[in-house]
C-alpha cells in the first residue's frame, strides 16, 4: 500500500513537472539559509536538523534533540559588495509528543536605496536632482512548516509557502506552493528528500505606474510592464550523507543532487527539461561543540575572450562554535561567478531547553 502511494506521488510530480513556467523563477529562494549550509556548498538537505530545516528539509525539524524546546535562528549575509542583502529568521517548537514539531521562517533578498530617476526630467526638459528619489527591490518569503516522525528512522514534513516580491510602488506579486519532503536516520546514515514548489508556485504580479511614468518609459526606449502570471516549476533536492565516528572527532561527508525541471540550466549535467546540479560538503566535528567545514556546488560552464570553454564552481569554507546554549556559524563563499565576489555569512541558533 505504501509503494503504491508512493508510486502516485512520483507521478503527480512528474506531471507537475510537465507543465511550462518560467526559468529561473523566484530564485532568491535557491541561495539557501544558514552559515553552516552555505559552509558545506548547500549541501545538508540529507543531514539537516535545527531550525534552518524548514528551508532545506522540514521533516529535519523533528530530529531536533528532544532536550530542545524552542529553537530560534537567524541569518545575514551581504552580496555583491553589500549591494543585495540576505536575511533569514525562524523558530521551531516540538509538540508534547516529541514526535511532531512545528516552524515559522522568514527569508528576505532585497536591494534597497535604489535612485528613481523617472521624475528627473522636468516638463520644460530640464533636469531637477531634487525629483531623485529611492526604493526597495525585495522579495519575501514566509513558511509555515511541519514536520512528524513517522518511526524511529523516518520522518516527513512540509512547507506552506507565500511568496511577496515588489518592486517600489511600481510592481508586487503574491505566490503560494507547497513543499515536501522526507528524512531518513538510521545508524551513521543521513538521507533526504525534498520536493521544492510541488505544487507549481504561482506568482500574479500587478503594475501601478502613473501615466507620466509610462510616457518616460517609452520615449526612453524601455517595455512598459503588464500585469502577469510568473510560474515557479518544481525541483527534486536529494542528499545522501554518512557519519564517521572516531572518538571525539566525527566527519560528516554529504553529497547532493538538485534537480530542476524549467528546461536546460548552465550546470554540469544539462538538459531538456531536466537539469541536475551537484553539490558536495564534508564537516569536521570535535566533541559536537566545533566545526570546521567545506563545501563546493554550482558548476557553470563559461566561455573567455577567446571563446574557450572553461568550467568554474562555487568554493566555500566555514567554522562554527556552541557556547552552551548558543551556536555560531560562519561561512565564507563565492557567488559563483569566480570575479572576486566572497561574502561573509553569518548565522546565531539559540536553545531552549525544554522544562523539566
Same mark, same amino acid.
Given at each position: 500500500?505504501?509503494?503504491k502511494?508512493?508510486?502516485?506521488?512520483l507521478l503527480?510530480l512528474?506531471?507537475l513537472?510537465s507543465?511550462?513556467?518560467?526559468?529561473?523563477?523566484?530564485e532568491?529562494?535557491s541561495i539557501?539559509?544558514?552559515?553552516r549550509?552555505?559552509?558545506l556548498g548547500?549541501a545538508?538537505?540529507g543531514?539537516t #536538523? %535545527?531550525? !534552518?530545516?524548514?528551508? =532545506?528539509?522540514p521533516?529535519?525539524?523533528?530530529?531536533?534533540?528532544e532536550?530542545?524546546?524552542l529553537? /530560534?535562528?537567524?541569518m545575514?549575509s551581504? =552580496?555583491?559588495a553589500g549591494?543585495?542583502k540576505y536575511d533569514f529568521i +525562524?523558530m *521551531?517548537?516540538?509538540?508534547?509528543?516529541?514526535k511532531?514539531?512545528?516552524?515559522?521562517s522568514?527569508?528576505r533578498? +532585497?536591494?534597497?536605496n535604489?535612485?528613481? !530617476?523617472l521624475s528627473?526630467y522636468e %516638463?520644460?526638459g530640464?533636469?531637477?536632482?531634487d525629483n531623485?528619489? #529611492?526604493?526597495s527591490?525585495?522579495?519575501?518569503a514566509?513558511?509555515g512548516?511541519?514536520?512528524r516522525?513517522l518511526n524511529a528512522?523516518w520522518?516527513?514534513? +512540509?512547507n506552506?509557502?507565500i511568496?511577496?516580491r515588489?518592486?517600489?510602488?511600481f510592481?508586487?506579486?503574491w505566490g503560494f506552493?507547497?513543499?515536501?519532503?522526507?528524512?531518513?536516520?538510521?545508524?551513521? =546514515?543521513?538521507?533526504? /528528500?525534498?520536493?521544492?514548489?510541488i505544487?507549481?508556485t504561482?506568482?500574479? =504580479?500587478? *503594475?501601478?505606474?502613473?501615466?507620466?511614468?509610462?510616457?518616460?518609459?517609452a520615449? !526612453?526606449g524601455?517595455d512598459?510592464?503588464?500585469?502577469s502570471?510568473e510560474i515557479?516549476?518544481p525541483s527534486i533536492l536529494?542528499g545522501?550523507g554518512?557519519?564517521f565516528e572516531?572518538?571525539?572527532?566525527?566527519?560528516?561527508p554529504e553529497l547532493d543532487l538538485v534537480?530542476?525541471?524549467?528546461?536546460k540550466?548552465?550546470? /554540469?549535467?544539462a538538459?531538456?527539461?531536466?537539469?541536475?546540479?551537484?553539490?558536495?560538503?564534508i564537516?569536521?566535528?570535535?566533541?559536537q561543540?566545533?566545526?570546521?567545514r567545506a563545501?563546493?556546488n554550482?558548476f557553470?560552464r563559461?566561455?573567455?575572450?577567446?571563446?574557450?570553454?572553461?568550467w *568554474?564552481v562555487?568554493p566555500s569554507?566555514?567554522?562554527g562554535?556552541q557556547l552552551?546554549?548558543l551556536?555560531?556559524?560562519y561561512?565564507?563563499t563565492d557567488?559563483?561567478?569566480?570575479?572576486?565576489?566572497?561574502?561573509?555569512i553569518i548565522?546565531?541558533m539559540?536553545n531552549l531547553?525544554k522544562?523539566?
Amino acid at each position: 500500500m505504501r509503494l503504491k502511494k508512493l508510486s502516485f506521488f512520483l507521478l503527480f510530480l512528474f506531471v507537475l513537472c510537465s507543465l511550462k513556467g518560467q526559468k529561473y523563477s523566484n530564485e532568491f529562494l535557491s541561495i539557501g539559509v544558514g552559515a553552516r549550509a552555505q559552509a558545506l556548498g548547500n549541501a545538508v538537505v540529507g543531514s539537516t #536538523a %535545527d531550525v !534552518t530545516a524548514a528551508y =532545506w528539509n522540514p521533516a529535519g525539524l523533528v530530529f531536533i534533540s528532544e532536550e530542545v524546546g524552542l529553537q /530560534l535562528g537567524a541569518m545575514h549575509s551581504e =552580496w555583491f559588495a553589500g549591494i543585495g542583502k540576505y536575511d533569514f529568521i +525562524g523558530m *521551531t517548537v516540538p509538540f508534547a509528543d516529541n514526535k511532531s514539531r512545528i516552524g515559522i521562517s522568514i527569508v528576505r533578498f +532585497g536591494i534597497d536605496n535604489i535612485p528613481n !530617476t523617472l521624475s528627473l526630467y522636468e %516638463d520644460d526638459g530640464t533636469i531637477n536632482y531634487d525629483n531623485i528619489t #529611492a526604493f526597495s527591490a525585495a522579495d519575501y518569503a514566509f513558511l509555515g512548516s511541519y514536520a512528524r516522525k513517522l518511526n524511529a528512522n523516518w520522518a516527513v514534513g +512540509g512547507n506552506l509557502k507565500i511568496v511577496r516580491r515588489n518592486i517600489g510602488t511600481f510592481a508586487s506579486s503574491w505566490g503560494f506552493g507547497l513543499d515536501f519532503s522526507l528524512q531518513y536516520r538510521k545508524d551513521k =546514515w543521513r538521507i533526504g /528528500l525534498l520536493g521544492r514548489d510541488i505544487t507549481t508556485t504561482y506568482n500574479s =504580479w500587478v *503594475t501601478n505606474f502613473t501615466e507620466r511614468e509610462r510616457q518616460v518609459l517609452a520615449i !526612453t526606449g524601455n517595455d512598459i510592464p503588464i500585469n502577469s502570471t510568473e510560474i515557479t516549476r518544481p525541483s527534486i533536492l536529494f542528499g545522501v550523507g554518512y557519519a564517521f565516528e572516531f572518538g571525539a572527532f566525527s566527519v560528516i561527508p554529504e553529497l547532493d543532487l538538485v534537480a530542476t525541471t524549467d528546461g536546460k540550466r548552465n550546470v /554540469l549535467l544539462a538538459a531538456e527539461p531536466f537539469s541536475v546540479d551537484p553539490a558536495a560538503g564534508i564537516e569536521l566535528l570535535y566533541n559536537q561543540k566545533i566545526a570546521f567545514r567545506a563545501g563546493v556546488n554550482q558548476f557553470q560552464r563559461q566561455s573567455d575572450f577567446e571563446r574557450s570553454d572553461y568550467w *568554474t564552481v562555487r568554493p566555500s569554507l566555514g567554522v562554527g562554535l556552541q557556547l552552551s546554549n548558543l551556536v555560531i556559524d560562519y561561512a565564507f563563499t563565492d557567488v559563483g561567478d569566480s570575479q572576486n565576489t566572497f561574502s561573509h555569512i553569518i548565522s546565531l541558533m539559540l536553545n531552549l531547553k525544554k522544562k523539566k
